[in-house]
């Protein structure tokens, strides 16, 4: 059963429910234990949140920052928020100085909510450089702050402010004057551009998105919930949002780099993820498989051509298994896949929601063939998350991205761009008119700038619009299909496509350097110096041949046709990556620039 109502009430008619139930369990920063609250205390701290920003001034659909990585304190200070009628503008925790001096200076953000100590030594340092800020609130008590910082506290002594709810009358008072027209959050894109834009997402698009994807996602009040990605990606915001409203346990992840320990240790039924730790997970488990005995190999290689053949030929496609190949499934999925899922902690897994970025064929496959359910979809920031999605046990085609929300209206557009129209969908940026006008057509569809198309009731993506690359020889390349299907290589760690208006296709590519050197090592190759390494020409060759067998299946003119190797990550630091790690093409052309020459020279 599903609890739809505006969010500055949801966690406490949840509380009501629910009482002492499990709600949120978590880490304190810098420790390694598990703790978990109830509905209860869940619903009595966001209480004293909201009184607390009264007793700082905050007024009705104010701007407020959140300027962290998943946290406890998180969602606290969002739902107290809410329960003000106040708006959250949510940072990411890798954002630069001057991406949060701007995004605050847009928003007029006059309280802003830090994480650890990094967060808050970016937001002390440009704190004179933003008009409107006022006070810094730090979540974890461990942050060391600056002996002349005045406008600073712990959100522990914030929380003070609420004690005993000296506000609650007005806190109840604006919560009877909400309405589903207030913005609930501005979120901040740095797209592949670098243009920053704040997305309107009202409380009207979030109630109609809890709706519409309640119908089709069957996560209900006996899951648990692990929260992977930020909560300051819109894909895991309304996802775990989705995920309370039906009363489900949220498991907060606060280091990304630790997400498979996390899952060993609380063994979820569900989480959300982009494409790339799928395939790191298909990566590991082929690598191990390559380097099985003779007998294990076999059994392996036989364990996934039964899986793919009863999971993907059959159910994928609403057929009924034959009973001989039901049989050798439910002997493999004991003998074979129940390992490696319980590797995985995944020994409860009821389905994976998966968007963010194109999803490999190959390693679609293999996830549902061992038996883990993914869901792929499709959805921006402007949707407000999903615009379609794979149906749980309902037929599906692999490479497609489900099937469109109910309430969404979809139409193909000019260079088949796919165009959205309905109640999820952002009436626009902030302070941005001009950019809105220029977003909707007429009709008042919303441009995407995703090309697809339809068949046979489900939605399927071709490429980004603007990363089309048009060769000197006028042949269209779509980089990220290309990339996709390179990093389902264990040794290929980041990947970027070089076409536009070039002769041939070209790539950067930086390796995964403990198997790259350990490959090396094998073959009596040194490893002491990385660069060295990237130009050894054995490598290269070991390199190439990997990469000419994964794009086999490419055309002629969309295969590629030099690399160069390179020993450092694409980094955020150098504005090489978004905050959601997407490449920066701009970017790393310039950035590589004699590099690329250098592959394009006769």
Known sequence: MQTNCHFSTLIHEQAKIFGEKEALTYREFGSREWKSVSWNYFSEIVKKVSNALLNIGVQVQENIGVFSQNAVQYLYTDFGAFGVRAVTVPFYATSSEEQIRFMITDAEVRVLFVGEQEQYDKAHRIFPQCPSLDRIIIFDRRVTISPNDANAIYFDDFLKLGENFPRQTEVDKRCAEASFDDICNILYTSGTTGDSKGVILSHSQYHAAMEANHKTVPVSEKDVVMNFLPYTHVFERGWAILCLTVGARLVINTNPREIQESMREIHPTCMSSVPRFWEKVFAGVKAKIDSASGVSHALFKKALSVGRRHNIEYLSNGRRPPLHLHMEYTFFNKVVFSLIRK????????????????????????????????????????????????????????????????????????????????????????????????????????????????????????????????????????????????????????????????????????????????????????????????????????????????????????????????????????????????????????????????????
């Open 343 to 602: 590797q995985l902690g995944l020994e409860n897994a009821h389905f994976f929601p998966t968007a963010g970025a194109t999803v490999s064929p190959e390693v679609e496959e293999f996830i549902h063939s061992i038996g883990i359910k993914m869901m792929v979809g499709y959805g921006l920031t402007e949707s407000l998350a999903t615009v379609s999605h794979d149906h749980l046990n309902e037929p599906f085609t692999v490479g497609s991205v489900g099937r469109v929300l109910s309430g969404v209206e979809v139409k193909i557009g000019e260079n088949d761009e796919i165009l959205l129209k309905g109640p999820t969908i952002t009436k626009g940026y902030y302070k941005r008119e001009q950019l809105t006008r220029q977003s909707f057509d007429e009709e008042g569809f919303f441009h995407t700038g995703d090309a697809g198309y339809m068949r046979n009731g489900e939605l399927f993506l071709k490429e980004r619009i603007k990363d089309l690359f048009k060769t000197s020889n006028g042949k269209y390349i779509a980089p990220q299909l290309i990339e996709s299907k390179m990093l389902v290589d264990k040794f290929v760690e980041q990947i970027a496509v070089i076409a536009d208006q070039r002769k041939f296709v070209s790539a950067l590519i930086v390796p995964v350097f403990s198997e790259l050197e350990a490959y090396a090592q094998s073959v009596g190759i040194d490893t002491s110096d990385r660069e060295q390494l990237c130009r050894d020409p054995r490598i290269i060759a070991f390199m190439s041949d990997r990469i000419d067998t994964l794009q086999q299946g490419l055309a002629s003119y969309e295969r590629i046709k030099r690399f160069t190797l390179l020993p450092q990550l694409f980094s955020m630091e150098k504005g090489e990556l978004t905050n959601t790690l997407k490449i920066r093409r701009n970017v790393l052309v310039r950035n590589y620039a004699a590099q690329i020459e250098e592959m394009y020279k006769e």
